[in-house]
């Protein structure tokens, strides 16, 4: 009997720890929440992706192989959920694949964020592409191809630590280059550090 109520009482005050931070916020206004995420953001995150042609963008209607990718990002929040920002995708193979040496693709976007819950959120923006490739052709001789278009870009994360005005966070995230001639498209997952 003793012991059953040294649980309840524990129980109890577990959920009154938990529930208090949430109602001491909900009734004073000048408390922090934890979570927010106001002002001015300045944001960067690496790891690893990869690159898929589609169509006929200079024979590259296959897939080209992985290696590394980054993105640098700032904006500012505009409420509680919602945060704008300029933003620079680039995803970069890392070694050769079939007669490619190299390809990265990269986008230059104005994006939006959108926090769905306390730590995850979704993106997207709009905005230009670039394409830098070099190949062999038949012949052994290189062939570089530099192309600019559209560039879309959409991704989602989740908060998984935060520290001060600092936010770790994991994501992953889409590219997409559209040019006169095909489409290649990026897909990365990264760590990110965003600073509030």
């Known amino acids: ?4 109520r ?7 005050l577990l959920g009154a720890a938990l529930v208090a931070p949430r109602v001491a916020r909900a009734g004073d206004p000048y408390l922090e929440d934890p979570h927010a995420h106001e002002g001015l953001l300045l944001g960067a995150a690496i790891g690893g992706g990869g690159v898929l042609g589609l ?5 590259m209607d296959r897939q080209l192989g992985g290696g590394g990718a980054a993105v640098v990002r700032l904006g500012s929040s505009a409420g509680e959920h919602l945060a704008w920002m300029v933003q620079i995708d680039s995803v ?5 694949v079939k007669d490619s040496k190299t390809n990265n693709t ?19 923006g709009v905005g230009t592409a670039a394409l ?17 278009g559209l560039g879309l870009m ?6 998984i630590t935060q520290h001060g005005s600092w936010v770790l966070a994991v994501e992953v995230s889409t ?12 897909l990365a997952f990264r760590l990110s550090a965003t600073h509030y």
């Open 92 to 96: 970069q193979i890392l070694k050769d």
């Open 154 to 159: 959409s991704g989602m994360g989740l908060d």
């Open 106 to 124: 990269t986008t230059f976007t104005v994006a939006g964020q959108y926090y769905l819950r306390d730590a995850l959120w979704v993106m997207g």
């Open 132 to 148: 830098n490739s070099e190949s062999l052709d038949a012949m052994g001789m290189k062939q570089t191809a530099k192309k600019g």
């Open 55 to 59: 169509g006929h963008v200079d024979g």
């Open 6 to 12: 040294s649980l309840v009482a524990a129980a109890a």
């Open 175 to 186: 590219i997409l280059g559209v040019y006169s001639d095909g489409a290649v498209g990026g």
């Open 1 to 4: 009997m003793r012991r059953r």
